[in-house]
């Protein structure tokens, strides 16, 4: 079955591929498998120069990398240049930090004893669209320079991104084999991470997903990390600037279109300062430019897929029959590519399916809040647990927040935004494990414990 990229502002194909065969998929599993044996001994030195070599290629390639990403996925034309860029400093992180992070660690004990850290092997990694190099990268960025070897399954729906990706890899002088990516079928997924060669395996996307690859994972007695979903708070309190928190939380939303674990979802507002919260909110909504991502000007682009567009629309239909209020947009736009209209719904029901769901688009849900024990209580009553923002200027407040909310993260007074210096994960149905940082790169590490005794004297 051919592999299809189709632009989600039109609906035209613009490239199809057929997927590889079974036995090629092999081929390239033991080209990665042998590129390890000599890669993993590689200086670090090297590493990094390549490293840093791939961080330059993007910053010359931005405008037509960003160019594939937009045509392929619908992200905004400025939003795919920033993507690309980020990936740079992913990429430079690493170059810069990896002989830190690396370092044996001297443990005391009686005798001479220190923890070294060893690439594994071979890491299949299976990425999702929705930051179709950005999410690649910061498994790329780490696992490259620790010494691990690469294998790419990413959305069926940017071929052509993950194409490019690879290519970089190769002419930034990295060996041959040590990044490749995989053309396939998610049905063929399964079995390349069955294969022995193959010894662990990070993904981000879906919670279906990510049940699927941990519990053949778990079986196959292999580590995994997940990035699942997100269903992300953004809690306002009365010592909130205010203006400040209405324009992020505009901004929280509708990054990528919505399309984004960490886009914030659910709006927990105090009611003292709600209605003035509300209003500015919808205000900055429908403010928003909808149109061709292709132009600078615009702020929110199609849906990435006709099926999430239809899936975006049956959950605000459903909300609208539970009970809950349209404050602004709540339709799919008329016309060629899948366009949702910037949607803000209130008085959703806690027992309404969709209140428990992630909306994967540019639909807020809002809620008004007695109090900051309201505030967390809701918050943590969804099965996700990525991040949060908080607006307070209280510290006692901010202090409780930072410390009962269930989440990988909580970012106050600002928007949530992943880093390369900084661990990024979840709790609870959003995943395990973390990426970017020490402690993304040392999840595809052998932590080895090295003690050294000397012998006794007769």
């Known amino acids: 079955m051919p592999i299809a990229s189709i632009n989600p502002a039109n609906g035209k194909l613009l490239r199809s591929f057929d997927a590889l065969t079974d036995e090629a998929a092999l081929e390239k599993i033991g080209l990665a498998h042998e590129a390890f044996k000599a890669y993993s001994a590689v200086p670090l030195d090297h590493r990094a120069l390549c490293m840093r070599k791939l961080a330059s290629l993007l910053d010359e390639e931005v405008n037509d990398l960003a160019q594939i990403i937009t045509l392929e996925m619908g992200k905004p034309i400025h939003a795919s240049r920033q993507e690309v860029a980020k990936c740079a400093s992913a990429c430079r992180y690493y170059a810069e930090n990896a002989a830190r992070i ?29 930051f179709p190099f950005w999410q690649v990268f910061r498994f790329l960025a780490p696992a490259l320079m620790a010494g691990n070897t690469g ?17 970089l890899v190769r002419r930034s002088g990295f060996p041959r084999g040590i990044f490749q990516t ?16 193959v010894v662990a395996v990070t993904l981000t996307g879906s919670e279906p997903a990510g049940r699927a690859i941990a519990a053949q994972a778990g079986w196959l007695i292999k580590k995994s990390v997940l990035e699942l979903g997100g269903s992300d708070p953004f809690i306002v309190m009365p010592s909130a600037d205010l203006t400040t928190a209405i324009e992020t939380a505009v901004r929280a939303r ?10 914030a979802k659910r709006f927990l507002v105090h009611e003292s300062i709600y209605q003035e919260f509300e209003a500015g909110f919808v205000a900055g909504m429908e403010a928003m430019k909808i149109g061709d991502p292709m132009k600078e000007t615009t702020d929110v682009g199609p849906l990435a897929t006709a099926k999430i567009a239809e899936e975006l629309e049956a959950q605000v239909k459903a909300a609208k029959q539970a009970g ?12 060629e590519g899948n366009y949702f209209e910037p949607t ?25 809040i007695a109090s900051i024990d309201e505030a967390i209580e809701l918050a943590n009553d969804t099965p996700f647990g990525l991040a949060a923002s908080v607006w307070t200027r209280e510290p006692a407040e901010q202090q409780r927040l930072v410390a009962e909310l269930e989440c990988g993260a909580v970012f106050v007074n ?11 994960g979840g709790v609870k149905h959003s995943g395990y494990g973390r990426e970017l940082s020490a402690a993304g790169m040392r999840e595809f590490l052998n932590a080895k414990t090295v003690v050294l005794s000397s012998p006794k004297s007769l």
């Open 344 to 368: 803000v719904l209130t008085g959703i029901p806690r027992t309404s399916s969709v209140y428990k769901e992630e909306l994967f688009g540019p639909v807020a849900m809002l809620f008004k």
């Open 102 to 130: 690396l370092a044996p660690e001297p443990i005391p004990t009686e005798n001479q004893s220190y923890v070294r850290w060893d690439p594994l092997g071979v890491v299949l990694a299976v990425m999702p669209w929705n």
């Open 324 to 335: 809950a209020r349209v404050l602004t947009g709540g339709e799919r736009m008329l016309g």
């Open 414 to 424: 600002s928007m949530v935004a992943s880093d390369p210096r900084l661990p990024f």
């Open 151 to 167: 294998l790419l399954k990413h959305s069926s729906n940017v071929p052509q991104c993950a194409l490019a990706i690879e290519s």
């Open 182 to 197: 995989l053309l396939i079928e998610s049905r063929q997924v399964e079995r390349v991470l069955a294969d022995p060669r």
């Open 254 to 263: 509708l990054v990528n279109t919505g399309q984004s674990c960490i886009a």
